[in-house]
Nanobody, 127 residues
Framework: QVQLVESGGGLVQPGGSLRLSCAASGGTFQQYAIGWFRRAPGKEREGVSCISSRDDYTYYADSVKGRFTMSRDNAKITVYLEMNSLKPEDTGVYYC????????????????????WGQGTQVTVSS
């Protein structure tokens, strides 16, 4: 079973940028679509985006569309989430998960992931 570890979070001012990484071990990384999720304090978990296994399709939640960009490097078995124009409402713990495919159901949270939730990485957007 694939295991994913998130990193790259931190404290950033509104309007700033961060790049999160999701590094894989075990399983066959190239076969998996990857999704990013986040949980803000006191809120339900929210789907952010996903990327297909072949890196030919991405899907974004409306709340991050145009600001966040997913990419993957299968040679480095890592997926990235480039976050620009960050807002305070982007604050939360960010998690990455593996899926059989990338589509709206992944971001909606209705498709079961192939691995367990990890520790996540904290993103705080504050002045």
């Amino acid at each position: 079973q694939v295991q994913l570890v998130e990193s790259g979070g931190g404290l950033v001012q509104p309007g700033g940028s961060l790049r999160l990484s999701c590094a894989a071990s075990g399983g066959t990384f190239q076969q998996y679509a990857i999704g990013w999720f986040r949980r803000a304090p006191g809120k339900e978990r929210e789907g952010v985006s996903c990327i297909s296994s072949r890196d030919d399709y991405t899907y974004y939640a409306d709340s991050v569309k145009g600001r966040f960009t997913m990419s993957r490097d299968n040679a480095k078995i890592t997926v990235y989430l480039e976050m620009n124009s960050l807002k305070p409402e982007d604050t939360g713990v960010y998690y990455c998960l593996a899926f059989p495919l990338c589509n709206s159901a992944v971001v909606a949270g209705t498709l079961r992931p192939l691995n367990y939730w990890g520790q996540g990485t904290q993103v705080t957007v504050s002045s």
